[in-house]
């Protein structure tokens, strides 16, 4: 269990200086939330106050007055005075730039922080972490011959055999490119599932957090927006300015189901319905998260026939939502019932053209369509 | 080639600026750490009474050494006092007077090295369960090493070379205070000393250019690992 209520203001030489703060830049953070997720993301654009969070949660940045417990035990409350040292904190932290000591070999660096905190608890052995995050070639390399994602994955395993009881992640992908993002995601996740550690996860990607977390603390402006489930807070309409705006989307908890071994395609059953997507190498029964984004959901009246769109479910519109200009978005409730409760909300993006033609008001019944190519891999979020 | 008393004009230069160098190493350290990564009312003027022996005339600085630190000086009669050290006249306090003149170049050096130091690779050793100590010593000093050594060596080639607050504080004492700089000094009052004076400039040319040289090869091996390391990036 995190429970978080930090208050920072920013009053620097810089900012004092500058005779008035640049836009965008930020007065103070605030912010208070609890969780007792396992991964717990802090999401928002840049500059909306989550990196300072976690730097105060980690005791990096003295907060003004707050509160920082974690499983029951203090490590900050100005009311009593109480502010534990860092070092003493049992906080791991993997930071954007990777941040490997360049004068220690990746050994070195790997056992900097074990050495320093023995017998606290059991914690993950050094082979075990060294083999799932795939390192041992690197142990005899000095850390600056590395590349981005090499030292990554050794910031993962410098931090995990510091055998933390709280993992902190700053935008841990930010710094590589497309194919190593995914790469270390997925060891991510393996930590998340064998290391038994609690991780909170900063980052500014929609697909990531909605990959990775099961809480999310929604943050713009240096305060917290929303505080809740992954589902619930990226579905959440009167949320999506901050969520989404130009990347609208639903998130479905689904269950792999059958693979279709001749066409290499998989299907994922959800309260609702079905969907075929790629063939992924996952489990039978494994729990997955899928995103779908809002422009790759298309809306019908009638059931359409010879088609090649995979995926056609029934529901009906739930409500138009309507801020004017070309597009509008349509949510709709999947499955063929009436019933109010129950079932998955999809989004759909259309034009305002189509909304009329198909005179679409809430309550009517449609056809969903959406692709079977059109799901991400990469942003299928896979739990055991 | 060498007369005897040059040999020990050379040893006790040698003494005085290693003695000196061996003094303010640490303090010049803590200034220079106080200086990079602290911030404090009056850290302007701290900085500048730390730069202060660059600019003043040295005579002045052996003076001021003189008032506080000879027979009569409050700091001389307490160190005496306590702990049996006694500067004036001595080739102690020739160590001292070198060890402030050369103390500005030695806090420079340092302080740039440790500035180079990426403060957040303190943190990640903080968050590994490191003291503020620890990180210092397994980090920071060890990145800032060549910067370190270079301060060093720069002082102790400056030591070698101080003249000016040296006679001033410790007057010119052949066996006890005459270095180097000093015993030419002394040869060019008498009308035989030409080929001493050669000798002993042949000498002190010597000293310093082993000492540039062995700091341009520390910051020379230094950028080459840094070079290393970027290429071994790409």
């Known amino acids: 269990m995190i429970e978080i209520d930090l208050c920072k203001r920013f009053t620097s030489a810089r900012n004092h200086w500058a005779s008035a703060s640049r836009q965008g830049e930020l007065n103070g953070v605030e912010a208070r939330f609890s969780s007792a997720a396992r991964v717990l993301a802090l999401f928002g654009r840049s500059g909306s106050g989550k990196s300072t969070v976690v730097n105060m949660i980690a005791g990096l940045v003295a907060p003004e007055r707050g509160r920082v417990v974690i499983d029951g035990e203090t490590l900050f409350d100005s009311e009593c005075g109480i502010n534990v040292p860092v070092e003493q904190r049992g906080v791991g932290y993997v930071f954007q730039e990777g941040l490997l000591f360049p004068h220690l070999s990746v050994r070195q660096n790997l056992q900097f922080g074990a050495a320093r905190r023995g017998g606290a608890s059991a914690g993950v052995p050094f082979d075990q972490v060294v083999s799932l995050l795939g390192i041992e070639p690197l142990l005899g390399r000095s850390a600056p011959t590395l590349s981005g994602g090499e030292?990554?994955?050794?910031?993962?395993?410098?931090?995990?055999?510091?055998?933390?009881?709280?993992?902190?992640?700053d935008e841990p992908l930010a710094a590589l490119d497309t194919g190593r993002r995914s790469e270390i995601l997925r060891l991510i996740e393996r930590v998340r599932d064998e290391c038994n550690v609690r991780i909170v996860y900063v980052s500014h990607s929609i697909g990531e957090v909605s990959r990775l977390a099961d809480d999310v603390v929604l943050m713009n402006e240096g305060a917290v927006i929303a505080c809740g489930g992954t589902?619930?807070?990226?579905?959440?309409?009167?949320?999506?300015?901050?969520?989404?705006?130009?990347?609208?989307?639903?998130?479905?908890?689904?269950?792999?189901?059958?693979?279709?071994?001749?066409?290499?395609?998989?299907?994922?059953?959800?309260?609702?319905?079905?969907?075929i997507a790629p063939g992924v190498e996952t489990a039978i029964g494994a729990r997955v998260r899928i995103r779908i984004r809002a422009r790759d959901v298309t809306l019908a009246t009638t059931r359409p026939q010879g088609i090649s769109v995979r995926n056609v479910i029934e529901g009906r519109v739930a409500a138009v939502e309507d801020r004017g200009g070309a597009i509008v978005e349509v949510r709709v409730r999947l499955g063929a019932s009436e019933s109010e409760h129950g079932g998955r909300e999809l989004l759909s993006r259309i034009s305002r053209q189509a909304l009329d033609e198909m005179q679409l008001v809430a309550g009517q019944p449609v056809f969903v369509l959406i692709k079977a190519i059109a799901f991400d891999k990469r942003s299928m979020g896979f739990t055991t | 080639?060498?007369?005897?008393?040059?040999?020990?004009?050379?040893?006790?230069?040698?003494?005085?600026?290693?003695?000196?160098?061996?003094?303010?190493?640490?303090?010049?350290?803590?200034?220079?750490l106080l200086l990079a990564r602290t911030t404090f009312p009056g850290k302007t003027l701290f900085d500048a009474i730390v730069h202060l022996p660059l600019v003043l005339p040295p005579v002045v600085i052996g003076y001021f050494l003189l008032v506080v630190f000879g027979k009569q000086g409050a700091g001389g009669a307490w160190l005496h006092d306590w702990f049996g050290v006694s500067f004036a006249f001595r080739w102690t306090g020739a160590a001292l007077a070198a060890a402030v003149m050369g103390f500005p170049l030695m806090v420079r050096a340092m302080r740039l090295s440790l500035e180079a130091v990426p403060p957040k690779l303190e943190w990640a050793a903080r968050t590994l369960g490191a003291s503020r100590l620890r990180t210092f010593l397994s980090v920071t000093l060890p990145l800032a090493l060549p910067g370190v050594a270079v301060g060093v060596l720069l002082a102790f080639a400056r030591s070698l070379g101080e003249f000016g607050a040296t006679i001033t504080f410790v007057s010119n004492i052949p066996g006890e205070t005459q270095t180097l700089p000093l015993a030419i000094y002394s040869l060019t009052q008498s009308p035989s000393g030409d080929a001493a004076i050669l000798r002993l400039c042949a000498v002190s040319v010597l000293l310093s250019l082993a000492a540039l040289a062995g700091s341009e090869w520390i910051n020379r091996r230094a950028r080459r690992r840094a070079l290393g390391a970027d290429e071994g990036a790409r």
Do not use: W
């Open chain 1, 151 to 169: 030292k990554q994955r050794v910031a993962i395993g410098r931090a995990l055999l510091s055998r933390p009881r709280l993992l902190l992640m």
């Open chain 2, 1 to 32: 080639m060498l007369s005897k008393e040059e040999i020990e004009i050379i040893a006790l230069s040698l003494k005085v600026a290693f003695a000196s160098v061996v003094l303010s190493a640490p303090i010049a350290l803590a200034c220079a």
């Open chain 1, 231 to 275: 589902e619930e807070i990226f579905n959440r309409s009167d949320l999506r300015p901050y969520t989404g705006r130009f990347e609208g989307g639903a998130l479905i908890e689904a269950r792999a189901v059958r693979h279709d071994a001749r066409y290499f395609l998989t299907t994922f059953a959800f309260d609702g319905g079905e969907l």
